[in-house]
């Protein structure tokens, strides 16, 4: 939800470092308990899509260009074994993008829920030539989500997420997977 609001243009977006267990420690003024009443608010949100928060195939695809000196890093979300190969989730063939860095999203977190520093998320990470953002990508756009809005929470600067990720990247047997 939140790299979707940062793609429309929301501003001030957060991650609540904990999830639901985090705000459930909050002072209890702060989370209602029992049934809620529907609230009718009307505001002035104007959609303003961020285009750089955002990758299409072709922009990964210009990645693999130069796969023996990648400008543009690419990170995979998707757990080791899914980078390797395996498939859960409706992808018509295993594999991850060539050049890609396995990043799993469960490694974003400490076994409490809440994320990691940055300099745990830069230990997995390698620098992308200035100026050009990297993209993340999964199999759906949910888990390199997740990863782009933590990479700009921790960094300060944006990477784009692929959202059409593994199902439209597997489903084009032109476009190439390693093992």
Same mark, same amino acid.
């Given at each position: 939800? !939140?790299? #979707? %609001?940062?793609?429309?243009?929301? +501003? ?6 904990? $999830? ?23 505001g ?9 928060r955002?990758?299409?195939?072709q ?17 995979? !979300?998707? #757990? %080791?074994?899914e980078?390797?190969? +395996? ?6 063939? $295993? ?41 993340a ?43």
């Amino acid at each position: 939800i !939140a790299w #979707s %609001l940062l793609y429309w243009g929301a +501003r001030e977006v957060a991650l609540l470092n904990g $999830g639901y267990p985090a705000w459930e420690d909050l002072p209890d003024t702060l989370v209602i308990r029992g049934k809620a009443e529907p609230m009718r608010v009307s505001g002035d949100f104007v959609v303003e899509p961020v285009p750089e928060r955002r990758a299409g195939m072709q922009e990964v695809r210009n990645s693999l260009q130069d796969s023996a000196n990648p400008k543009r890093r690419v990170y995979d !979300a998707r #757990s %080791l074994a899914e980078f390797q190969g +395996r498939t859960e989730f409706g992808q018509k063939r $295993g594999g991850h993008v060539p050049g890609a860095v396995s990043l799993p999203a469960e490694t974003l977190y400490h076994q409490n829920g809440t994320y990691i520093e940055a300099d745990a998320l830069a230990r997995g990470m390698m620098p992308s030539a200035d100026g050009l953002v990297p993209i993340a990508y999964c199999v759906g756009g949910v888990r390199s989500a997740l990863l782009a809005v933590l990479y700009e929470a921790r960094f300060g600067k944006i990477m784009a997420n692929y959202p059409e990720s593994m199902w439209e990247w597997s489903a084009d047997t032109a476009l190439p997977l390693t093992r």
